[in-house]
């Protein structure tokens, strides 16, 4: 029985053992393309700018250098290591959500479709993108079957550039609370930010789009499992209803659903290792942006300071692999790729834009329900793209698992209207 789980985990770290006959869509040219190298890479790259970060923060704090610190550099430490405490007079009060009195019902109408259409188009248009860049080759003739983009890091830096800059013109146009948070704090989830984000890319190598999106919907599943085990939560009848609907849907679609022509059972399990660790990065990232909205900052605020030390982080790791150079020779090689990599990180941008918008108009059922159907819109928009195919069977588990994120949101509504606490909704801060 060992023998046949190590023989599991072993495929699945190296996917090409296991093909047979059959080739990955991307087969690595060497070990040291194999996705699970490459995300120890990354990993350690990224630790060789945390750890000296963490001694050094923990040097100024054994230092007491709140009270002894003096210079040029004083004010930099403070800010980074120890925040600033905001003043009453400093603190910018929350524009409260607009309410359907103060404006005509023709009005809030015409917000909520520039709202849903606005998150429609961005998050469509960034899923298509997102499978054409990291699916699908570059440059292919009748000669040549050109070459697929393979670094995943390259592109979520793309993603971070232009999400920091969006973010820090927000903070200079629009007045902005007192910042008080230490900036160090921003540095762990820009890390499972990161992580989760290269995961993501990374498993479309080896599972279909669809595959992903459901991966991702279905993502309360392992939130609950969490809960209940480490904080000893106790959850509502309706929310083990879903959540059992869920995963009943998520296997139906599994088990039914045509293998794709890539596929292979040892990269099928690859795709859904990476999406397992999407799902604990990206969870690690909601929870810790609810505690560092503590300290009141606005969600820009919390956009940039986030998508900072991402930068950073993938800025450092691709310099230190010699990866960077590379990625922006790919891009002057095919400037398809160039307009590709570009579009997807101004949706990205404005789709987080968005967000914040749509959630102060009108709260985050709306916001919610319009994510639920542009996840089912996604799904179905890349079968129609890319030629993905879904059984019958498969049909109704995306149906069931969408009816039950659905109910969700209503019994969510229903608890609220009558006064109880409802189960808290993930922060929707960096979700790409």
């Known amino acids: 029985m060992d023998a046949r789980w190590w023989a599991v985990v072993v495929l699945a770290a190296f996917p090409s053992l296991g093909a047979g006959g059959e080739t990955p869509e991307a087969p690595p040219e060497s070990w040291t393309q194999l996705w699970f190298f ?64 103060e404006t005509t019902p023709m009005w809030q109408a015409l917000k909520l479709l520039f709202c849903a259409t606005g998150l429609q188009v961005s998050y469509l248009t960034w899923g298509v993108l997102q499978e054409r860049v990291m699916t699908r080759s570059y440059g292919a003739t009748a000669t ?13 830096l793309m993603n971070r550039v232009l999400a920091l800059i969006v973010a820090g013109l ?9 910042h008080g ?33 459901l991966a991702k919907a279905s993502k309360v599943i392992p939130v609950m499992l969490m809960g209940k085990l480490v904080s000893r939560r106790s959850y509502e009848h309706w929310e083990y209803l879903t959540a059992t609907l869920i995963s009943i849907g998520v296997s139906m679609f599994l088990l039914s659903s045509g293998p794709e022509p890539r596929s292979s059972p040892a990269t099928t399990l690859s795709g859904l290792i990476l999406l397992a660790g999407y799902i604990a990065f990206d969870s690690f990232t909601s929870n810790w942006q609810d505690a560092l909205f503590a300290y009141k900052m606005s969600s820009v605020q919390m956009m940039f300071g986030v998508n900072f030390f991402s930068c950073l982080f ?34 990205s941008a404005c789709g987080q834009l968005f967000i914040f ?24 928009l890349s079968c129609l793209l890319y030629g993905h195919t879904i059984t019958v069977v498969g049909g109704l588990g995306v149906a069931v698992v969408f009816a039950a994120l659905l109910l969700r949101v209503y019994a969510r509504g229903r608890l609220k209207q009558r006064g109880k606490k409802a189960v808290p909704v993930e922060s929707p801060v960096q979700k790409v």
Request: glycine share 6%; aromatic share 14%.
């Open 170 to 178: 927000s903070c200079v146009l629009c007045k902005q609370p007192r």
């Open 38 to 101: 490459r995300f120890l890479v990354n990993a350690a790259g990224y630790a060789s700018f945390m750890v000296p970060g963490y001694l050094l923060v923990q040097y100024f704090r054994r230092k007491n250098y709140l009270e002894t610190g003096r210079g040029l550099c004083f004010p930099l430490v403070k800010a980074c290591v120890f925040g600033n405490e905001p003043k009453a007079s400093d603190e910018v009060p929350l524009a409260p959500r607009t309410e359907a009195a």
């Open 357 to 380: 918008y749509t959630i102060g108009q009108f709260g985050a059922a709306v916001f919610t329900i319009i994510m639920t159907l542009r996840q089912a819109f996604a799904i179905l």
């Open 314 to 347: 993938t800025v450092g790791s691709l310099l230190e692999q010699g990866a960077l150079l590379e990625g922006t020779r790919f891009m002057g090689r095919h400037s398809e790729f160039a307009a590709h990599a570009l579009l997807l990180s101004i949706c």
């Open 144 to 156: 040549s079957p050109g070459e697929r983009f393979t670094d995943s890091q390259f592109l979520v």
């Open 181 to 213: 948070a230490p900036m160090y704090r921003y540095s762990f989830a820009s890390l499972s930010n990161v992580l989760s984000s290269w995961c993501q890319y990374e498993a479309l190598k080896f599972v279909s789009f669809p595959t992903q999106v």
